[in-house]
């Protein structure tokens, strides 16, 4: 007599754990910026170094531009003695201020980005900071090099709208100095630009998407 029990179909045998975890992507794989190189800390300490040598050198030429000259007074039998300094305009006194709050600012965010280098996990609150200092000390060395640059030109062309007249043509060693700091700390104004579009691009690539 023929068996009316059906037949049992064989299951397939289930893929062994081993193999199934080979299958995972490893960690790593699903966070390929971890164990990326910081070359945006390094580019942002090279930044600063230069910020640095840029305000340094702003203020020196600035303080040292002096020069002093004889004029024949009416009057007088004998030429005077007239002195210029950079004291002598409250611009270029501004000036000299503004750039070393930011030479100064400069040697201590050079110091934490260094640190930050040694420690890369604090970077992303450090960055923090640096974008919000970074647009403070942009504002202090534009408006800095904006006044002793309308003063200089004021001292190159003159204005004969209120008689004022230019003194380049006589105090032509100040005139260079001034004109120098305040190229200079154009120069720093651009680094600083850079710092800030730096700092918020790192920022950004650390979002999670």
Known sequence: ??????????T??????????KMAPPPEALRPESKAP??????????????????????????????????QVSGLRYPVLVSTKFNHSPAFIYFVAALSVACLYSIIS???????????????????????????MLGIVAAATGSAGAVGYVELKGNSHVGWKKVCHVYDKFCRHIGSAIFISLFASVLLVLLVLLSVYSLSRKIPK
């Open 38 to 71: 910081g070359y945006f800390v390094v580019a942002d300490l090279v930044l600063r170094v230069l910020l640095f040598a840029s305000t340094l050198t702003s203020v020196v030429v600035m303080v040292t531009s002096k020069q002093s000259e004889f004029f």
């Open 110 to 136: 050079s110091l934490l980005s260094v640190f930050a280098i040694l420690k890369p996990g604090c970077s992303t609150k450090l960055l923090v900071h640096f974008v919000i200092i970074d647009v403070l």
């Open 1 to 10: 007599m023929a068996s009316t029990e059906p037949e049992k179909t064989a």
């Open 12 to 21: 397939p045998p289930e893929a062994p754990a081993p193999e199934r975890e």
